[in-house]
């Protein structure tokens, strides 16, 4: 049992190593405005509208080039949505896009809850951008999962149940 020994391989020092070569993974996130100025490939700024829907949220979005202003339902977004969470999630599809600021947001939303009305505004925003430049934006949305509609809705009630699931209570006797 002590036959254990500690051998370490050494590398071929001749043989090159590729690191420019393409790579198959990678861990990056989408790139900034100024990677995307080196590589020669800009998101093309264009309006662009699209509906989006979580739960029982229906958003209709509007994207006008502009500077960044938000109108939902008449009201700018940190009046609409005072959460800073909802804020956020909201303005996720420009920040993965790297487009912030380039776009004036005009939403219409009706039912649903709050959480819910963000979810479609989200999914809203991210359908617009993709209409707006499929090339540049779909990539990354689409790798971060801001094009699929979250499908998760409300359980329907069932017979002889309070609720989806919750039953009454049971008594033996």
Known sequence: MSDITTETEEFDAEVPIDNEGPVAYTSETNPTPEQ???T???AVINPAAATGRRKEAVARV????????WTVNG?????YFPNKVHQ???NEPFVV????GSYDVIARING???TGQAGALQLGVARCLNAAD?????????????LTRDARIKERKKAGLKKARKAPQYSKR
């Open 75 to 79: 009201k700018p977004l940190d009046v």
């Open 62 to 69: 509007r994207l006008v080039p502009g500077t960044g202003q």
């Open 112 to 114: 649903g809850g709050i």
């Open 36 to 38: 995307r100025a080196e």
């Open 40 to 42: 020669g490939r800009v």
């Open 88 to 90: 956020q999630h909201v």
């Open 97 to 100: 896009a790297g487009l912030e």
């Open 134 to 146: 499929l090339e540049a934006n779909r990539p990354g949305l689409k790798k971060a999962g801001l």
